[in-house]
């Protein structure tokens, strides 16, 4: 009897969306300047630009008092999927780094803060092809979402990225599109950096799994 060798299912790998999978800076900078011709405030948004991760209420609470934060926040998210979505490109190897896990035999989830809705516009508009997406989530709360998955590995741009990766036990992979350079990064504890962003990620998870999984 001639014995079959199955393929071993390749790795589950959770992916951040902004500034690691999308380049969102162009459609949050949208956003919030249709927020503030709606409410008539001030934002700075090179500022808010400069510190994209954390989550919306909260950067929401730097320019609206906390009576008015609910309904910010309504205007922004409603705003987003006609002002956010279109300007926002894919990083470079984004698609390409998805179809690695897939090709693998791999899941892809993607696990992010941002509104689970406008999440999934970026996705569907840039055809990435993920296999789930879990939003409002940010830094240690992110470790829900990948102990859920059985995520071996985490990839985001942010030190909540790491932290998130950790608690959950995942490997912490960081790429600097984000608003750290590699040294903040390693400084922070991510097991590894790829400095060309998620280009060089394709590359590194053949490393990593030995090139194991379904073809």
Do not use: C
Not at 111 to 120: E, F, H, L, M, S
Not at 157 to 185: K, M, N, Q, S
């Amino acid at each position: 009897m001639t014995l079959r060798s199955v393929p071993r299912p390749g790795p589950t790998v959770g992916f951040d969306l902004d500034l690691t999978l999308v380049d969102s800076r162009p459609g949050i900078r949208a956003a919030y300047a249709a927020l503030a011709a709606a409410t008539g405030t001030y934002i700075d948004v090179d500022l808010v630009i400069s510190r994209i991760g954390p989550p919306l209420l909260e950067e929401l609470g730097n320019w609206f008092p906390r009576e008015e934060l609910a309904e910010a926040n309504a205007i922004y998210l409603d705003a987003y999927p006609h002002h956010g979505i279109t300007p926002s490109p894919a990083l470079p190897g984004a698609l390409e780094s998805v179809a690695a896990v897939r090709a693998l035999g791999g899941r892809a989830v993607v696990i992010t803060g941002k509104n689970p809705r406008n999440a999934r516009l970026h996705l569907e508009h840039l055809g990435i092809a993920a296999d789930d997406l879990v939003g409002d989530l940010w830094a240690e709360s992110k470790a829900i979402a990948l102990r859920a998955h059985g995520a071996q590995v985490y990839v985001g741009d942010h030190v909540g990225d790491v932290r998130g990766a950790h608690e959950a036990g995942a490997l912490a992979v960081a790429v600097p599109t984000g608003p750290y350079d590699a040294a903040a990064l390693r400084a922070a504890g991510a097991d590894v950096v790829l400095e060309g962003g998620l280009a060089d990620f394709p590359a590194w998870l053949r490393d990593y799994t030995g090139g194991a999984g379904a073809a």
